[in-house]
């Protein structure tokens, strides 16, 4: 287990469309330790999730997790999941505007996330799961899963005012995102 390098927007490999992984590797030696540094990686850097792209592994993985997470701390907790090969489906026309980071990208900025998804995938045994995600956690999975086609969450931002630092973020918007996200938390659960 590693803590590995994260590529930073303008790598050329954040850009890929990742290959699935043939549901017979997914008990190999080297996917097995893609993810385990995957882990390690998400968890040395606070990250919410983390996409096999993001550390140079071009194959449709990714971890995701949040434990009273410091970088979000309105969001409610995801136990540690390994999603191999999803695939998200919408369920309605739900969406819900969430100010994102990412540990590929400097910035923050405002994003539109279905509220109601269907994802199916593989864990790392290589089970099949098929489940309903809601919230925030909803738009976890749909940052994650953009990753593995090459998409960044700058490419979904409509409104570039609203990109700002970190520490921007903190000044100037944090108070009223975090109100405003908290109280839709509260309705939808998750
Ligand atoms: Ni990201």
Known sequence: M??????SIGHPVLRVVADEV????VMSEPIQALIDDLIDT???ANGAGLAAIQIGATVRIAVMEVEDNPRYPYKPNIPLTVAINPVI????????EINEGCLSVPLRGNVQRNVNIRVRYLDRDGVAHDEVKRGLTAATWQHECD???GVLFVDRVTDTST???WESFEAFHRDAFVERITAFVERVGS
């Open 147 to 149: 990753h593995l086609d």
């Open 22 to 25: 043939a549901p017979d590797d």
């Open 42 to 44: 998400m968890r040395n």
């Open 89 to 96: 489906e919408p369920l309605d026309d739900e969406v819900v």
């Open 163 to 165: 990109l700002t630092t």
């Open 2 to 7: 590693t803590v590995r390098a994260v590529l």
